[in-house]
């Protein structure tokens, strides 16, 4: 059987890109278990597990880490409670300009966010805001609120009314409803996107720096300052590819709800 | 056991009236179907009754209390959803329980109930289930039961078993009827179908444009059509124009006298109430066949009269009848309509 140029060009781009994704994460990994790895060897001349054990013992990753669940946990359970509701007045309720105010979730997120973050930090120096665990939980929820409105509007709107008209039929008020209904009706989006704003909130930088440190340190502060100022690359790698993991699973997970259009159907509304 | 009374009601979206000037009286116990085509208001009335919809105008009132502003939580109605509007995400022991559990009744209280309903629809051990691995006819069965087991004054149905099979639907209704009698509870029942209507309904509500245009018992609105609409929307009609003339009608052959002034009417006569004879007598019109289709019990003639009417006749199965052969065909009993509405009727079946 001949083989056709077109797939031997494709073969070839097709490595060229596998290489270019994968050599960058397989050198973090490498380098995360690796004790000693010297020029001319190809792959680590010592293995082990120590740099895990000094890393997670530095008393500084351990207090980011801290601070970095309970600013993730906090900003995505206030998220839900004032996002869901928001979501399901978009999802069921017309009212005027509700196209408009849809689209400027879109204006904030294609705005610079680096200087909408330089804005409100200025602002949160006046209310003594800055270094406070409180000012990056609500420059931080900023960020969420487009995936929180947006996913769960979409879910919302998926379900049918009847099933909510049922539950007032059996004597079910309007808030029991939502509660008992249709929030585990459009409970896999939301799961995926509480898993998404977790995340975002967990890897966030810009705005944690900036209203943050030097007081409050989150984990990917640490990371970034173990990464470009440490001689030893080992706890920088270790700690990217203790961080890679819940990002991993966050994504398989949002994958399957992605994957089945709830989300393009947020954005055709 | 409750009295129904819907007073004056009127619902408008906009400049658009999707009913008006709708007032009703249903008696305790009793099942009332509301007949009509698509957009003929039926669903958004029943919608009223249950509370998902205010009217524009008007009042509904259970047992003589005005509930017209409750909200449907606050009535003691229960409405069965065309698409049954099962909880995915309860098993079919928590559909049913849902409702009993708000009225903080106890736990025992709430496992017998449901069990009973369940017991009452055909479904006795299914509480386990999830609605997703039922059948279409067990899911509306479960929606069923779910309205009864809250023992709820007025039973709405909106087109209950509209995506259901013929033969489900049959069963169905026997069954919604058997449970409807033994229970009393005042019941009703929206649908397109008219053989649904006329099979289970003590009164028939036809509607059609927002409008009721008839309202009676089953063998009534199939005999005594008041209208126009309702002779040809319920049951088969051939509708003839024709024209009167000096007390006489003539419509593509047919001659009938009627106490008519001169003008365009419509004669009505049921496929059934044709006699197909031999010779000519009395007010019948000659006509040749076109076509004979077989139905089992009995056959369907299709004739044409004065060359251009199309009309059907039910026969028997044993005459012998051709395509092309001629006959004459007698009205047994008609009616005749002018302006769209009923204005004479042939002594024959007239009470």
């Known amino acids: 059987m001949k083989i056709r140029a077109s797939t031997i060009v494709g073969s070839i781009i097709m490595l060229v890109l596998i290489a270019y994704v994968v050599m960058p994460i397989a050198t973090v990994f490498l380098w995360a278990f690796a004790e000693k790895w010297t020029y001319p060897a190809l792959l680590p001349t010592e293995w082990g597990l120590k740099y895990w054990h000094t890393t997670l013992a530095r008393a500084d990753v351990l207090s980011a880490l801290r601070l970095s669940l309970a600013l993730s946990v906090t900003v995505t359970l206030l998220s839900a409670v004032i996002c869901l509701p928001a979501a399901y007045a978009f999802a069921r309720m017309e009212f005027v300009g509700r196209r408009t105010f849809m689209m400027s979730f879109l204006a904030i997120n294609a705005f610079p966010r680096f200087g909408l973050i330089v804005m409100i930090a200025t602002l949160f120096l006046s209310l003594r805001l800055v270094g406070t665990f409180w000012g990056i939980v609500l420059v931080q929820l900023l960020n969420t609120m487009l995936i929180m409105i947006w996913l769960p509007s979409a879910a919302f709107r998926g379900v049918d009314r009847r099933l909510e008209e049922a539950a007032r039929d059996v004597g079910a008020g309007p808030v029991r409803t939502f509660i008992r209904i249709t929030i585990p009706q459009a409970a896999p989006a939301i799961g995926a996107a509480m898993l998404l704003t977790f995340v975002s909130t967990f890897y966030e930088t810009e705005g944690a720096w900036l209203v943050g440190a030097p007081k409050l340190r989150t984990m990917p502060m640490v990371m970034l300052q173990m990464i470009t100022g440490q001689i030893v690359v080992q706890y920088g790698a270790v700690l990217s590819v203790l961080l890679w993991v819940p990002s991993f699973i966050a994504l398989l997970f949002a994958r399957r709800v992605l994957a089945s259009n709830q989300f393009a159907k947020g954005f055709g509304a | ?351």
């Open chain 2, 1 to 351: 056991m409750a009295k129904l009374e819907l007073k004056g009601i009127e619902k408008r979206y906009g400049n658009m009236a999707a009913v008006s000037d709708i007032s009703l009286e249903i008696a305790s116990g009793e099942l009332v179907c509301l007949l009509g085509p698509s957009g003929s208001g039926k669903s958004t009335l029943l919608r009223i009754m249950g509370g998902f919809e205010k009217p524009t105008a008007g009042s509904v009132l259970i047992d003589g209390v005005d509930v017209t502003a409750s909200a449907p939580e606050n009535r003691p109605t229960a409405m069965v959803f065309q698409s049954h509007a099962l909880w995915t995400h309860m098993n079919v022991f928590e559909n049913i329980a849902f409702g009993l559990k708000l009225r903080k009744l106890s736990r025992a209280e709430i496992a017998r109930k449901v069990d009973a309903a369940l017991d009452l629809v055909g479904l006795t051990g299914y509480g386990k289930r999830s609605p997703l691995r039922l059948s279409g006819g067990q899911q509306q069965r479960v929606a069923i039961a779910r309205c009864i087991v809250l023992e709820p004054k007025i039973l709405l149905m909106d087109e209950p078993f509209a995506s259901l099979d013929q033969h489900l639907r049959e069963r169905l209704r026997e069954e919604v009827r058997n449970i409807q009698r033994e229970l009393g509870i005042t019941t009703v029942f929206v649908t397109h179908g008219q053989d649904e209507a006329l099979a289970i309904a003590d009164r028939v509500v036809v509607m059609s444009v927002g409008k009721i245009n008839q309202v009676g018992g089953p063998a009534d609105i199939y005999a005594q059509p008041q209208d126009k609409f309702v002779a040809g929307f319920i049951g088969a009609m051939n509708m003839i124009d024709g024209h009167v003339s000096s007390g006489v009608m003539d419509a593509a052959g047919f001659k009938v006298s009627v106490p008519l002034p001169d003008g365009e009417a419509t004669l009505a006569v049921r496929p059934e109430k044709l006699a197909i004879a031999a010779q000519a007598g009395g007010i019948s019109a000659s006509a040749k066949i076109t076509r004979i289709v077989h139905f089992g019990a009995y056959r369907t003639v299709e004739a044409t009269t004065d060359g251009i009417n199309r009309v059907k006749i039910h026969a028997d199965t044993e005459t012998v009848l051709e395509p092309g052969q001629d006959i004459f065909l007698d009205p047994v009993h008609f009616s005749v309509f002018k302006d769209g509405h009923d204005v004479f009727r042939s002594a024959a079946v007239s009470r």
